[in-house]
């Protein structure tokens, strides 16, 4: 290893959620790694980290391949050793569409990518974490993970994910791993901008219908991956934390078939 700055791996790192995880990793004093399949964003990233004197490195990975994930983990591995967490915030997203209308191909897709994806890397990286005796894996799931949606695929990937986050938090947890995840809520990142500036998504009814009116930042689900990934949840995994600014207890109290006066 070259220092004994701790390292921090994030996937997904270009855009959104995962480029407020690396940006908060980075500012918290960690080495930052960064993968994702747009090297000209990842490479922003990091450039923009390292003009503020931090220590960012990005790697173009694609989460679709085992290979591509492995030569990765290889090379971050040999270089830094294991990582004191991995970050899994690669993913696509998808637009509302019925069951029957859906092309089996775009459900293969976002299986492949944000459920295997994520299963890959956690293997490739939790198998030098277990070797070390430490170390933390954040799983990005989502409020389809608690709650139907037509986003089909989506929803049965994120829902899949908090179950592989059960069972890697159990399996991992004699060797010192800890695993977890997050669910953020409507998060207002580049991508859900664009949906809202294309006419996919209304910002007003995401608004009325969260109990704090209003949408999620991507900082505040980087500050609680980084709560997450310290000591001070050092007796905390296995769990799944919804940061969704209360979309999931307002939408279900709203639906109750009568409402105080």
Not at 187 to 201: E, H, V
Request: aromatic share 6%; hydrophobic share 45%.
């Amino acid at each position: 290893m070259s220092d004994n700055q701790e390292s921090v791996v994030v996937t997904g790192g270009a855009s959104g959620i995962g480029e407020a995880c690396a940006r908060r990793f980075a500012r918290a004093g960690y080495r930052v790694i960064l993968a994702d399949v747009n090297a000209a964003g990842g490479e922003r990233v990091a450039e923009e980290l390292r003009a503020e004197k931090l220590n960012a490195h990005f790697h173009q990975v694609d989460l679709a391949s085992e290979d591509s994930v492995a030569a990765f983990a290889l090379a971050v591995i040999a270089e830094y050793g294991a990582p004191h967490a991995l970050v899994n915030a690669g993913g696509i997203l998808q637009n509302a569409v019925r069951v029957l209308d859906m092309e089996l191909a775009e459900f293969d897709r976002l299986f492949q990518i944000n459920v295997r994806g994520t299963l890959i890397a956690s293997r490739a990286f939790g198998a030098s974490m277990c070797e070390a005796g430490r170390g933390s894996i954040i799983n990005l799931c989502s409020m389809t993970t608690f709650r139907s949606s037509a986003q089909v695929a989506y929803s049965v990937g994120k829902s899949g994910l908090k179950a592989l986050t059960e069972t890697m938090a159990a399996e991992w947890g004699s060797r010192g791993v800890r695993v977890n995840a997050v669910a953020p809520g409507y998060t207002l990142t580049q991508a859900m901008q664009a949906r809202i500036d294309s006419g996919q998504r209304d910002p007003n009814a995401v608004i009325e219908r969260s109990a704090l009116r209003r949408f999620v930042k991507p900082s505040e689900v980087a500050d609680a991956v980084h709560f997450l990934c310290s000591d001070q949840a050092a007796a905390i995994t296995g769990v799944t934390l919804p940061i969704d600014c209360g979309w999931l207890v307002s939408t279900a109290y709203l639906a109750f078939a009568s409402q105080p006066e």
